[in-house]
């Protein structure tokens, strides 16, 4: 009897201290920092953004599947991959998502990171704990390596991507989920790298002069990457200019977040999300920083958390959002890019 009390008390502990769905609508801790009167035709000032659920210990990488009608997104220390669904609430979708092979784990982050459909629907994951691309396969859970190395040398950790509409992929891969990062003895190669993985699997490496490049995404036109860069010492985003091969022709400093840094704003560049015109929704100091493909700055989505990610969902005029332990969700009059 004292048995089962005790397992019953630890199931009821462990059910305590779950992420959950909030019971009922609450707004998030959240205004809009407007800057330019631009911002009015992509974002109502007086929107309310939704806590939709929390208790993460830090949520990434959100991800809609329109023919689910679903969100998935991953919480990297939990080695979780979650789906939300309006009517349904939060679920488990993949427990373990990353790393799951014994007592020696390569990291300190053994969970996958950034999500992306692929152009047939089948999910893809910068797996972060495996140090890999993982592509799912659904119907058993199972997953197949797309690539784990460069030159014969371990990736460090892939940490986001993005698909073309002909399923070339670009994925970023800094050092997080090493424990130590740039030190860390597993660390094989010699920089952060952002990658191009073509569709018969041949991984060409287009940049490798940024320090811990982040969050990725591309322009409607795909013709400029942007990237994001979370040092601390240089926060900034980047926009490079491809030829139609995907190969980098030149690329410049769109925004530099430093001055933000100053003011002590929760967050660094990270994850993005793109609209139909173009703009950038990028997490980053202070909330998600909306800015111009020129780069100019119209606003910000202040949050009182640190934000890792952001992507368009629902009928597109959906922006969700994973700000540390919360999935939030505001609607936008701008559409993402794809709606």
Same mark, same amino acid.
């Given at each position: 009897?004292?048995? &089962? +009390?005790? $397992?019953? &008390? +630890?199931? $009821?502990?462990?059910?305590c201290n779950q992420p959950a769905s909030s019971p009922t609508l609450r707004r998030a801790t959240a205004s809009i920092e407007r800057m330019d009167d631009r911002l009015d035709a992509l974002l109502d000032p007086q929107v309310l953004v939704e806590v939709l659920a929390e208790g993460f210990l830090w949520a990434e990488g959100p991800v809609w599947v329109a023919q689910d009608s679903a969100l998935l997104f991953s919480d990297i220390p939990r080695n979780t991959v979650y789906r939300w669904k309006e009517q349904h609430g939060l679920a488990v979708y993949l427990r373990p998502a990353g790393y799951a092979a014994g007592d020696q784990p390569p990291g300190r982050e053994l969970g996958v990171n950034g999500l992306a459909l692929d152009p047939k629907g089948t999910l893809v994951m910068a797996d972060h704990g495996l140090r890999q691309i993982s592509r799912l396969n659904p119907e058993q859970?199972?997953?197949?390596a797309l690539a784990h190395q460069y030159q014969g040398r371990r990736l460090n950790s892939p940490n986001d991507l993005v698909f073309r509409h002909d399923g070339v992929l670009f994925f970023t891969d800094p050092p997080y989920g090493l424990d130590g990062l740039d030190h860390s003895p597993r660390k094989e190669l010699p920089f952060h790298g952002v990658y191009r993985l073509d569709p018969n699997g041949t991984l060409?490496?287009?940049i490798d002069s940024l320090h811990f490049p982040n969050g990725i995404?591309?322009?409607p036109d795909e013709r400029t990457l942007y990237v994001s860069r979370s040092d601390p010492e240089a926060p900034r985003w980047y926009a490079y200019q491809l030829d139609a091969a995907g190969n980098v022709i030149s690329g410049r400093m769109l925004f530099d977040a430093r001055p933000l840094m100053k003011e002590n704003r929760p967050g660094l560049p990270d994850g993005m999300a793109i609209d139909a015109q173009g703009n950038l929704f990028a997490t980053g100091p202070g909330g998600i920083l909306i800015l111009t493909p020129n780069g100019e700055h119209l606003g910000t989505i202040r949050l009182d958390r640190a934000a890792a990610n952001c992507a368009f969902g629902d009928d597109g005029?959906?922006?969700?959002?994973?700000?540390?332990?919360?999935?939030?969700?505001?609607r936008t009059r701008t559409k993402g890019k794809g709606f």
């Amino acid at each position: 009897m004292v048995r &089962l +009390l005790l $397992l019953a &008390l +630890l199931v $009821l502990f462990s059910a305590c201290n779950q992420p959950a769905s909030s019971p009922t609508l609450r707004r998030a801790t959240a205004s809009i920092e407007r800057m330019d009167d631009r911002l009015d035709a992509l974002l109502d000032p007086q929107v309310l953004v939704e806590v939709l659920a929390e208790g993460f210990l830090w949520a990434e990488g959100p991800v809609w599947v329109a023919q689910d009608s679903a969100l998935l997104f991953s919480d990297i220390p939990r080695n979780t991959v979650y789906r939300w669904k309006e009517q349904h609430g939060l679920a488990v979708y993949l427990r373990p998502a990353g790393y799951a092979a014994g007592d020696q784990p390569p990291g300190r982050e053994l969970g996958v990171n950034g999500l992306a459909l692929d152009p047939k629907g089948t999910l893809v994951m910068a797996d972060h704990g495996l140090r890999q691309i993982s592509r799912l396969n659904p119907e058993q859970f199972t997953k197949t390596a797309l690539a784990h190395q460069y030159q014969g040398r371990r990736l460090n950790s892939p940490n986001d991507l993005v698909f073309r509409h002909d399923g070339v992929l670009f994925f970023t891969d800094p050092p997080y989920g090493l424990d130590g990062l740039d030190h860390s003895p597993r660390k094989e190669l010699p920089f952060h790298g952002v990658y191009r993985l073509d569709p018969n699997g041949t991984l060409t490496l287009l940049i490798d002069s940024l320090h811990f490049p982040n969050g990725i995404a591309l322009s409607p036109d795909e013709r400029t990457l942007y990237v994001s860069r979370s040092d601390p010492e240089a926060p900034r985003w980047y926009a490079y200019q491809l030829d139609a091969a995907g190969n980098v022709i030149s690329g410049r400093m769109l925004f530099d977040a430093r001055p933000l840094m100053k003011e002590n704003r929760p967050g660094l560049p990270d994850g993005m999300a793109i609209d139909a015109q173009g703009n950038l929704f990028a997490t980053g100091p202070g909330g998600i920083l909306i800015l111009t493909p020129n780069g100019e700055h119209l606003g910000t989505i202040r949050l009182d958390r640190a934000a890792a990610n952001c992507a368009f969902g629902d009928d597109g005029h959906s922006l969700y959002i994973t700000a540390t332990d919360q999935l939030l969700r505001m609607r936008t009059r701008t559409k993402g890019k794809g709606f």
